[in-house]
């Protein structure tokens, strides 16, 4: 059973529906609005590294694997402690995993991996650090921006994104024959190019006349950091 309801309630909804529809005819669409896009580059140093160590074990017994792992991470982590500094040299653990050996799907033995992470803004420190940790090998290495310095230049980089886009929205309202604008809506986006992971050789692959507990060979290189502000104006007469 349907219930309808009374015709004296249907006629003030469709009324409302009819007005509303009419109200949005009356405006027609903006006339001379102009769209823009402007954008800022600049290169920055990288200046924060990070440094993944590693160490792997195995053999037949999973207990046995499990803690000399363990005891290779414990020894890093004494070593690495000693030279943390907040901001600085951040030292963490990684992932730690242990998994089983097969032949024709049979277990025949256990491999674990071991990880430590040394990260910071105190480059020379961090590279010498992974340099004297005898119970791990680098696995990767990576640079990026520090929070301070991304803030500080996107912030500049903005600054000079709005500045084009202005000067472009003059010059532009100067050739169509306008005497100004006004700004209809915008939008500000920043790119970054925050740097990877670099795969490094075990030490063990390294050249046999590099000390095992010398410094860590690394370039900071430099990050790209852009901000791209896009948006519409409305170009007016004065």
Same mark, same amino acid.
């Given at each position: 059973?349907?219930?309808?309801?009374?015709?004296?309630?249907?006629?003030?909804?469709?009324?409302?529906?009819?007005?509303?529809?009419?109200?949005?005819?009356? /405006?027609?669409?903006?006339?001379?609005?102009?769209?823009?896009?402007?954008?800022?580059?600049?290169?920055?140093?990288? !200046?924060?590294? &990070?440094?993944? @160590?590693?160490?792997?074990?195995? &053999?037949? !017994?999973?207990?046995?694997?499990?803690?000399?792992?363990?005891? =290779?991470?414990?020894?890093?982590?004494?070593?690495?402690?000693?030279?943390?500094?907040?901001?600085?040299? !951040?030292?963490?653990?990684?992932?730690?995993?242990?998994?089983?050996?097969?032949?024709?799907?049979?277990?025949?033995?256990?491999?674990?991996?071991?990880?430590?992470?040394?990260?910071?803004?105190?480059?020379?420190?961090?590279?010498?650090?992974?340099?004297?940790?005898?119970?791990?090998?680098?696995?990767?290495?990576?640079?990026?921006?520090?929070?301070?310095?991304?803030?500080?230049?996107?912030?500049?980089?903005?600054?000079?994104?709005?500045?084009?886009?202005?000067?472009?929205?003059?010059? /532009?309202?100067?050739?169509?024959?306008? &005497?100004?604008?006004?700004?209809?809506?915008?939008?500000?986006?920043?790119?970054? !190019?925050?740097?990877?992971?670099?795969?490094? @050789?075990?030490? =063990?692959?390294?050249?046999?006349?590099?000390?095992?507990?010398?410094?860590?060979?690394?370039?900071?290189?430099?990050?790209?950091?852009?901000?791209?502000?896009?948006?519409?104006?409305?170009?007016?007469?004065?």
């Amino acid at each position: 059973m349907t219930i309808r309801p009374p015709i004296h309630l249907l006629l003030p909804l469709a009324l409302a529906l009819s007005s509303g529809a009419s109200a949005q005819s009356a /405006y027609p669409p903006p006339t001379n609005v102009l769209s823009l896009s402007a954008s800022a580059t600049t290169e920055v140093p990288r !200046d924060m590294l &990070g440094v993944t @160590m590693w160490t792997t074990r195995e &053999g037949g !017994d999973a207990t046995a694997v499990q803690a000399q792992l363990k005891q =290779a991470l414990d020894a890093a982590l004494t070593e690495a402690r000693k030279a943390a500094r907040p901001g600085q040299v !951040d030292v963490r653990t990684g992932g730690f995993s242990l998994m089983p050996r097969y032949t024709k799907g049979v277990i025949n033995g256990w491999q674990g991996t071991a990880e430590l992470i040394l990260e910071g803004r105190d480059i020379p420190a961090i590279s010498q650090l992974a340099g004297r940790l005898p119970t791990m090998t680098v696995a990767r290495v990576g640079f990026s921006l520090s929070r301070e310095m991304r803030e500080k230049v996107e912030a500049e980089v903005a600054g000079q994104a709005i500045e084009r886009y202005r000067a472009q929205a003059d010059a /532009y309202a100067k050739q169509f024959g306008f &005497g100004g604008w006004t700004l209809r809506e915008v939008q500000v986006n920043t790119h970054g !190019d925050p740097g990877g992971p670099v795969p490094m @050789m075990a030490r =063990a692959q390294m050249s046999p006349a590099m000390s095992a507990d010398a410094p860590l060979p690394v370039e900071a290189g430099k990050a790209n950091v852009t901000v791209t502000v896009n948006g519409s104006v409305q170009l007016s007469i004065k």
